[in-house]
């Protein structure tokens, strides 16, 4: 059997695909949005494959690329409106990413496991409300008429909910050895 | 604005607030939650999502879901017995996912090359898999290699105990002096393979040293892929494959058949899987 150079990178992208999709996610506001970003990377990847050094990880690599994906997209007037953060502040998202890799373990269902952990430990209706923004993709105005609640009301207390996660999950990384 | 409140702008209201340096570190915190928790939701969603041969011949006259979810629990409750074979997409997929799981698993697979299956100069080879890590024991006329593997990078130990990291031009050695199709008998890859571009069908339910398994085969559907054909046994209780024949057909080469089968789940030790553990 020829193994190409493309099915190697087939290979390689099919373990990252997750962490890579995770970190673009991180910068959109909705899954599908991600999605034109993640297929675009892959091509300047598969692009730039004789630049990639063999010795080092693949995944940090192709999260480079992405972060150069998603520059030239702030360049563009249409593209910047679907990204929500400027490029220091992906620059720091990708670093948190960097810790992930780290942990020593094989899955991203593994080294997402603090994530995991932390929706278990979420009050009942903290976890309604992360169910029905990122499970049912529900804006917060439909999550209010849901629940009989404010709008303002329930966008606040997303906030305090994702802080709360942010902070659960720093606390587990840092004693699982994913520390900065 | 907090950066929680800069967070709650750029996702769930409006326009994204420029941040200040101040708010960063926190911002890009919640942002990376706020990321893992889209790609978890998504990934679920995606997952849940892949369709069943059953569901495709559902009549168009029933609209609702929930009418549906009625007809299922009919059809399963008047036509569908426990013996019913599962779907191969199922399978498949099963055994996939039981191949991810992060336990140490060891097959043995037995190289025959040609029409007629001749023994082959390679073999038998020791598969050790534990998830995206895999450790290869392959004899061969130059002696005995290690190839050693995780999600990422891939190892071979030489027959002088010299560790090499594979590159193109090693995968070119082993294929050329070694055999073409060593690499890809890894099962955990072959399941994955199945699932896009194989005609699979459910044969039987057969029994494999006393275990009952579901049969199927996977057909390529076109033939630029390098498997043409695999027949495994996936054990019901558990979807642990317990032997499988891989067919190939490598370019400017005879067939070969690569016949595997589950030896045993001894539990070793992490270093099993990094090519030091295998240098002499």
């Known amino acids: 059997m020829e193994i190409s150079a493309r099915e190697v990178f087939d290979i390689l992208v099919r373990e990252?695909?997750?962490?890579?999709?995770?970190?673009?996610?991180?910068?959109?506001?909705?899954?599908?949005?991600?999605?034109?970003?993640?297929?675009?990377?892959?091509?300047?990847?598969?692009?730039?494959?004789?630049?990639?050094?063999?010795?080092?990880?693949?995944?940090?690599?192709?999260?480079?690329?992405?972060?150069n994906v998603a520059s030239d997209w702030m360049k563009s007037a249409a593209r910047r409106r679907v990204l929500v953060c400027d490029e220091e502040t992906l620059a720091q998202i990708g670093n948190h990413f960097s810790r992930l890799d780290g942990i020593a373990v094989d899955t991203w269902e593994e080294k997402t496991s603090a994530l995991r952990d932390c929706l278990g430990e979420l009050a009942g209706d903290e976890r309604e409300l992360v169910d029905l923004r990122y499970r049912d993709g529900m804006a917060c105005e439909s999550i209010a008429a849901r629940l009989g609640k404010q709008a303002e009301a329930i966008r606040k207390r997303l906030q305090r909910v994702r802080a709360q996660l942010a902070m659960c999950v720093e606390g587990k990384l840092a004693t699982a050895g994913g520390a900065p | 604005m907090t950066p929680d409140e800069i967070v709650g702008a750029m996702l769930d209201g409006g326009e994204a607030p420029a941040v200040d340096a101040a708010s960063r570190a926190e911002v890009a915190q919640r942002l990376f939650v706020h990321?893992?928790?889209?790609?978890?939701?998504?990934?679920a969603r995606a997952v849940a999502s892949v369709p069943s041969p059953s569901r495709s011949r559902w009549p168009r006259r029933v609209a609702s879901s929930m009418a549906a979810a009625v007809v299922v629990g009919v059809f399963a409750l008047v036509f569908l017995r426990g013996d019913a074979l599962p779907s191969a997409e199922a399978?498949?997929?099963?055994?996939?996912?039981?191949?991810?799981?992060?336990?140490?698993?060891?097959?043995?697979?037995?190289?025959?090359?040609?029409?007629?299956?001749?023994p082959g100069r390679v073999g038998p080879l020791d598969w050790y898999v534990r998830a995206d890590r895999w450790a290869l024991h392959v004899r061969h006329p130059m002696g005995e290699s290690w190839l050693v593997g995780n999600g990422e990078r891939m190892w071979w130990v030489g027959p002088g105990?010299?560790?090499?990291?594979?590159?193109?031009?090693?995968?070119t050695r082993i294929q050329r002096e070694i055999d073409p199709t060593v690499l890809g008998g890894n099962l955990r890859d072959v399941m994955r393979e199945l699932k896009s571009g194989y005609e699979l069908t459910t044969l039987a339910r057969e029994d494999v040293k006393g275990r009952?398994?579901?049969?199927?085969?996977?057909?390529?559907?076109?033939?630029?892929?390098?498997?043409?054909r695999v027949e495994a046994w996936v054990e019901e209780a558990t979807g642990l494959v317990l032997k499988a024949e891989v067919r190939f057909e490598p370019p400017n080469n005879a067939v070969r058949t690569h016949v595997l089968e589950f030896v045993d789940a001894e539990k070793r030790d992490d270093a099993w899987y990094t090519p030091e553990a295998h240098r002499r």
Request: some cysteine.
């Open chain 1, 16 to 67: 990252c695909s997750r962490g890579l999709r995770a970190f673009l996610c991180s910068a959109v506001r909705r899954a599908e949005d991600a999605e034109d970003l993640y297929q675009e990377t892959l091509v300047a990847a598969w692009k730039s494959l004789d630049r990639y050094d063999r010795s080092r990880p693949f995944a940090p690599w192709l999260r480079g690329i992405a972060m």
């Open chain 2, 161 to 171: 105990g010299r560790v090499w990291p594979v590159l193109p031009a090693i995968v």
């Open chain 2, 212 to 228: 009952r398994a579901v049969r199927i085969r996977g057909v390529r559907k076109d033939a630029s892929r390098s498997i043409a």
């Open chain 2, 91 to 118: 399978t498949v997929s099963r055994a996939a996912d039981t191949l991810a799981q992060p336990v140490d698993r060891h097959f043995v697979s037995h190289v025959f090359v040609g029409e007629e299956r001749d």
């Open chain 2, 35 to 43: 990321g893992l928790l889209v790609e978890r939701y998504a990934h």
